[in-house]
């Protein structure tokens, strides 16, 4: 089974910035994705990412975070890394990372079914 490990969350004044990573042993092909939810709120997707595909990489970004957000991969631990930039007050959540398997390259859409989570990182951002 497919078994993400993330990390890399904390607590940041706003303005500031901070570099989550989403680990997935032998994971080569298909969606990983970060989400976030909030005490009382709906969780929400946040930006994904296709692993395995052709150049450039197939990447959607919700419209909350585009051009803050930017997501990477290392291929040679598979590990997904989003960095955060600019961070806000709202944005303070608990961020999950999923994946879903996929043969078909192309944008991963948050709203599918995503099969396998992590355990989540706390992201507290104050003002």
């Known amino acids: 089974q497919v078994q993400p490990v993330e990390s890399g969350g904390g607590s940041v004044q706003a303005g500031g910035s901070l570099r989550l990573s989403c680990a997935a042993s032998?994971?080569?092909?298909?969606?990983m994705g970060w989400f976030r939810q909030a005490p009382g709120k709906e969780r929400e997707g946040v930006a994904t990412i296709y692993l395995g595909g052709s150049s450039p990489m197939h990447t959607y970004y919700s419209d909350s975070v585009k051009g803050r957000f930017t997501l990477s991969t290392d291929d040679a631990t598979g590990t997904v890394y989003m960095e955060m930039e600019n961070l806000k007050p709202e944005d303070t959540a608990m961020y999950y990372c999923?994946?879903?398997?996929?043969?078909?390259?192309?944008?991963?859409?948050?709203?599918?079914?995503?099969?396998?989570w992590g355990q989540g990182t706390q992201v507290t951002v104050s003002s």
């Open positions: 999923a994946a879903k398997l996929r043969w078909r390259e192309g944008v991963c859409s948050p709203s599918d079914v995503w099969s396998f």
């Open positions: 032998g994971y080569r092909r298909g969606c």
